[in-house]
């Protein structure tokens, strides 16, 4: 089966200190990653990892630096996009931030109709947005609302209807529950799992939150500073995760059992992410690795694959 998405050796650097500097933050070094056809593939990292930048190149909101995007078996890396913008979609973070306030839910849905030509006239668009805000949970009511009326779940909404409106085939999913209340979230995530169903959908679904992705995710990659440090199925990383990164994430994921959580070692980092404008030497983790010896920090080490579709980058996986 062809890759629905393939990113290879993905470079994104933003220049930095003005024209004539050549400081570069590389905010995506060297990513490669497939995502199936219906496969919801979740990102996870803390912020400031390249997660988001990720995403939006593979989209080609920002254009690479260096590597290739591969949508469907056609190289998009340099092609023109209107093609394929209405096959690939973006769900963002802040939903209140990216919905225009002048507008109601009806002209946001019905405009992304509109942009496309997916219309056939004034009827089919209407009955479009009204079947769209009912996917969304919304009514024909909200059609004429503004977003400053909605709760923050019902904002979220509104974005994914306005995803939706277009009959995407990917969608990246910018980590679009973060700013939600925790009661919301499931809510949230349940209807992305929904809609995934009903239209063979393909995610692409970027969360700090490791308990979150684990839920949602067929596959997960965890990234550490413009890199994938380990990428596997999605029970395979959250119970066998061998990287130090990764393991310090899964010790943070909340355990409803009192007395297994009680037992469990919470294993917290020492400082912060390290800039992506000059990043450590050897293993970018090193300075924060409890079990970093002499070589971490001389020598990068490569993605290797260790079981049947597991790869890690560590030169000591699974110590500690
Ligand atoms: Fe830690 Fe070394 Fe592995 Fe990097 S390569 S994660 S520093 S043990």
Redesign the pocket.
Known sequence: MTNLIEARELRQYFPVGGFLSKKKVKAVDGVSLTIAPGETFGLVGESGCGKTTLGRTILRLYEPTSGSITYNGSDITKAPMLPYRRKMQIVFQDPYASLDPRMTVGEIVGEAIDIHKLASGKKDRADRIISILDKVGLNSEHANRYPHEFSGGQRQRIGIARALAVDPEFIVCDEPVSALDVSIQAQVVNMFERLQEENGLTYLFISHDLSIVKHISNRIGVMYLGKLVETGESGEITLRGV???TRSLISAIPIADPNKARKRERIILEGDVPSPLNPPSG?R??PR?P???AR?SEEE?ALDETEKGHFVA???PG?G
């Open positions: 990287h130090p990164y293993c983790f090193h690795c079990y970093a010896a971490c080490p560590c030169h000591f110590r």
